[in-house]
């Protein structure tokens, strides 16, 4: 990245935490200047998180790049979805399974559209994700959090928020905390008014890309007595306007990498991942006077069971019927001897799915 600065200077480091967002119309190049703010924190031995992208799942173009050799990669997952790499070498977890040491462990974590069922579990995913982060009270190596469409970042703290007003604190909260947490957040949009004034004024480099017809918002009209604007209006898209929040600025440009996905391209066969999709899980429903057990619960019911908890046990820590769970153990030992497999379990992929289960014992047949 290169920078020539006009008025004062404030090179980032890369090295520390801290937050860059870039704003700019549509194919202006923020994906790929987010992608280059990836590499340098991963030069720096930063993990790069990338976690959000469009739903053609453009951020998995980082495993065709140069980058991923000799790395330690991690593929983010929805449960019920089964993702093989035929190329890398390289580990998929569900959010349930990822710890703290994975940020210290791993140099890419990636999570994208198409390794989940829907939108609703990823961002549900991702928004658990990033609670574990809160809990990342001491660090050795830094980590970048790549967010396309920051609005996306947002969303993903409904699942965690009662109202708007929850959300928006979250949010707040996590742009005060993250670089005490040791993250640095990489964001891009294509409105900054889409982005609330708090959470805009805890951005440490603001890179402008094209503007198109629609010009600079009002705040930050002053750049075109500094850049001339018909530049501002149609500037490449491996180039931009550098806002520091310490005052400074500058133009610069940057190597406009050629791994990234293009339109159309169908980038899960590109970079040689098999996805399989299984049945979306079912969840408890309320019926009025009662509510039904949903299949994680069922899991649940069969290892509390399992382990050796009576009914009562079990009634006192899921407040569910004794009549409830022995119907459901007697449905899960029913299908096992019938059909060889409980469905429940094999569709939520339950270690006890080929397994008839009895109080503190889980028989093979």
């Known amino acids: 990245m290169k920078i020539i600065w006009r008025r004062d200077k404030d090179n980032p480091s890369f090295n520390k935490p801290s937050v860059y967002f ?18 340098n924190h991963l030069e720096k031995g930063a993990t790069v998180l990338d976690l959000f992208a469009s739903v053609d799942g453009e951020n998995l173009a980082w495993l065709r790049s140069d980058f991923v050799k000799n790395k330690e990669i991690l593929l983010l997952k929805g449960e019920n979805v089964d993702v093989e790499s035929k190329v890398l070498s390289l580990d998929v977890k569900t959010v349930e399974n990822i710890s703290l040491k994975d940020f210290e462990r791993y140099d890419f974590i990636i999570s994208a559209h198409p390794l989940f069922l829907n939108r609703e579990h990823e961002y549900y995913s991702i928004g658990k994700l990033i609670d574990l982060l809160y809990k990342r009270l001491k660090w050795n190596k830094l ?11 947002w969303y993903s703290r409904v699942k965690y928020s009662d109202s708007q007003t929850d959300m928006k604190n979250a949010a707040l909260t996590m742009f005060k905390e993250m670089r005490h947490l040791g993250v640095s957040l990489a964001l891009d949009s294509l409105r900054l008014q889409g982005i609330d004034i708090e959470l805009r004024t805890h ?11 629609d010009g600079l918002p009002d ?6 007595s500094f850049y001339d604007p018909s530049w501002i209006r149609s500037m490449k898209s491996w180039e931009f306007a550098l806002v520091c929040r310490k005052g400074a600025l500058g133009i610069g440009h940057f190597p406009y990498h050629d791994w990234h996905k293009v339109e159309r391209e169908d980038i899960v066969n590109k970079v040689g991942l098999r996805i399989e999709y299984g049945k979306e ?11 039904t057990i949903g299949d994680k619960e069922h899991l649940e019911i069969m290892s509390l ?13 899921l407040n569910r019927s004794t009549k409830s769970l022995s119907d459901h153990i007697h449905k899960h030992n029913n299908a096992v001897s019938r059909s060889g497999f ?4 094999r569709r939520a992929e339950g270690e006890y799915s080929q397994k008839v289960v009895k109080r503190g014992i889980v028989n093979n047949d």
Do not use: W
């Not at 899980?281 to 509510?291: A, I, N, R, S, W």
């Open 342 to 345: 409980c469905a429940i379990c």
């Open 22 to 39: 870039t704003l700019g119309q549509i194919n202006s190049g923020k994906s790929t200047l987010l992608e280059h703010i990836g590499i």
């Open 219 to 224: 705040n930050l009209t002053f750049l075109y």
């Open 281 to 291: 899980l079912e969840k408890p429903k309320d019926m009025g006077t009662f509510k």
């Open 203 to 213: 951005t440490d480099y603001l890179f402008v890309k094209s503007q198109g017809i």
């Open 143 to 153: 980590v970048c959090m790549i967010a396309r469409e920051a609005s996306s970042l």
């Open 305 to 317: 069971y399992a382990s050796g908890l009576g009914f009562n046990k079990i009634h006192e820590q």
